[in-house]
């Protein structure tokens, strides 16, 4: 499928301020991607500009400023052909849960700080009403989330707890992933969050925003996707930008800004276009 996106983010502030150096993940990943043309725009212009590869495999854009500023503007524009990964097949795989840990595999990917025993449970019940299968139980969990749960948009904050998300049966689309997450790992399958956007509108108005869905490592099929905000696993539809053990190291934009009293306002909007599709 190809993607067109132009990703637009403007910061204001109240008063001239000094920004700090700021790390973008606005690039997207490399697997199954053929990048046609890119553009990554910033305003004011940065006194310097450093592309690199982080230790999760995303490629970072590292900026720094001189002077002050009323406003930091980013822009991403790119456009790419990505293409589906092969069928999941489950023959060979051993039943859940897992103990063996791939040694190509960080252990930041089965990192689970405090596993919630309803979390645990609500997995381990997923896992048997499917044979104990693991593409199965892949399958099963992501279309769980997107029947049982109430879906919707929100913009600002962190991820809810994964314990918080299957008690109330609601989320936006990084709780939902957090969640199918620590069902993955408490059952010895390595995850990871993925930030990126998708070929079709979330809302009924059609506004565009970027998404979330977690991918899991399955031997000799290495990382592969699914979407509980939707119920499918991930094709040819989705776009990554960032892979990370947590959201936090997802962030699109990450920086600050220096400024006594003075107050800040974001505003963004995102297009998306798939022309073919």
């Not at 489950?90 to 897992?98: A, F, I, K, M, Q």
């Not at 918080?164 to 969640?179: F, P």
């Not at 108005?205 to 490592?217: I, K, Q, S, T």
């Not at 960032?242 to 962030?251: E, F, K, N, V, Y």
């Amino acid at each position: 499928m190809r993607f067109s996106v132009r990703h637009d983010t403007l910061y204001r502030y109240s008063a001239p301020v000094g920004l700090a150096p700021h790390l973008l993940r606005l690039t997207p990943r490399a697997e199954r991607v053929r990048m046609l043309a890119s553009e990554l725009t910033v305003e004011p212009a940065p006194a310097a500009r450093q592309e690199s590869v982080d230790r999760f495999g995303n490629r970072i854009t590292e900026v720094s400023f001189a002077g002050p500023s009323e406003l930091l503007r980013v822009e991403s524009c790119f456009d790419l052909e990505i293409s589906a990964p092969p069928p999941l097949r489950d023959s060979g795989l051993p039943r859940l849960p897992w103990s063996c840990r791939p040694q190509l595999v960080a252990a930041d990917y089965w990192r689970e700080d405090r596993q919630d025993p309803a979390v645990q449970n609500f997995a381990e019940t997923l896992a048997a009403e499917g044979g104990c299968a693991a593409v199965p139980f892949l399958e099963h969990l992501s279309q769980t989330l997107f029947r049982r749960f109430h879906r919707n948009i929100r913009i600002e904050g962190a991820a809810q707890a994964p314990a918080r998300t299957l008690g109330s049966g609601r989320g936006a689309c990084r709780d939902l992933t957090v969640l199918f997450m620590a069902a993955c790992r408490s059952l010895g399958i390595a995850a990871r969050f993925v930030s990126g956007y998708q070929a079709h509108a979330e809302t009924a108005n059609g506004d565009r925003h970027l998404h979330a869905w977690p991918e899991v490592f399955l031997p000799d099929a290495g990382w592969r996707g699914f979407d509980p905000t939707h119920g499918t696993a991930v094709s040819d539809g989705h776009v990554a930008l960032c892979a990370a053990p947590d959201q936090a190291a997802t962030m699109p934009i990450e920086g600050g800004f220096y400024g006594d009293g003075v107050t800040a306002t974001l505003d963004y909007r995102v297009r998306i276009a798939t022309p073919g599709a």
